[in-house]
T-cell receptor, first 116, second 116 residues
Framework: DAGITQSPRHKVTETGTPVTLRCHQT?????MYWYRQDPGHGLRLIHY???????DKGEVSDGYSVSRSKTEDFLLTLESATSSQTSVYFC???????????????FGAGSRLTVL | AQTVTQSQPEMSVQEAETVTLSCTYD???????LFWYKQPPSRQMILVIR??????QNATENRFSVNFQKAAKSFSLKISDSQLGDAAMYFC?????????????FGKGTKLSVKP
């Protein structure tokens, strides 16, 4: 169990308000990721982190920022939420599969965000 | 850029029967990994099976197996003895062998229904 906790699990907010989603992991994994899932698009990478204060952009990073001040926490911030950011957001960590040593992604339970 | 295509938005199978979900991908890389993830109604993303491109042998995990055709860039998932609990969205995903450990590129998914 990778011990990934996302919060909040559900949030409804209004256009223009700031929103922060939190991903917390308990096993000291170096790599953490934020994806969004939308119907007809599968999952798309927003941002990822490869260590404390080390982050990089993914495929759909516009309108999002991230921070990682501690190994265990990876925050995703929408500075001014828009209706197009209504989505389900997944946090993930990269860990060895325990068999071949290949790294696989393990996901959190997701956070559903609705922007009205 | 790499792409992943799942051409079957929906599939249906009778309980205890076998079903195959299709996935094709496009890449110019020789070192990569392929994955199938399952997403039941609970929304949790669950790793079903993974395949390293350098391995010729098809991966198998209990009732789940893949048909990996590297030259054709095809990676289909076969589910044998289908069970009601197999009903879910299934996502095919690609990851480069180098670079970040977890920048997965996902297909749009196939919704599998299992009829009793």
């Amino acid at each position: 169990d990778a011990g990934i906790t996302q919060s909040p699990r559900h949030k409804v907010t209004e256009t223009g308000t700031p929103v922060t989603l939190r991903c917390h992991q308990t096993e000291n994994h170096r790599y953490m990721y934020w994806y969004r899932q939308d119907p007809g698009h599968g999952l798309r990478l927003i941002h990822y982190s490869y260590g404390v204060k080390d982050t990089d952009k993914g495929e759909v990073s516009d309108g999002y920022s991230v921070s990682r001040s501690k190994t265990e926490d990876f925050l995703l911030t929408l500075e001014s939420a828009t209706s197009s950011q209504t989505s389900v957001y997944f946090c993930a960590i990269s860990e060895s599969d325990g068999v071949s040593g290949a790294n696989v992604l393990t996901f959190g339970a997701g956070s559903r965000l609705t922007v009205l | 850029a790499q792409t992943v295509t799942q051409s079957q938005p929906e599939m249906s199978v009778q309980e205890a029967e076998t079903v195959t979900l299709s996935c094709t991908y496009d890449t110019s890389e020789s070192d990569y990994y392929l994955f199938w993830y399952k997403q039941p109604p609970s929304r949790q993303m669950i790793l079903v099976i993974r395949q390293e491109a350098y391995k010729q042998q098809n991966a198998t995990e209990n009732r789940f197996s893949v048909n990996f055709q590297k030259a054709a860039k095809s990676f289909s998932l076969k589910i044998s003895d289908s069970q009601l609990g197999d009903a879910a969205m299934y996502f095919c995903a690609y990851r480069s062998g180098g670079g970040s450990q977890g920048n997965l590129i996902f297909g749009k998914g196939t919704k599998l229904s299992v009829k009793p």
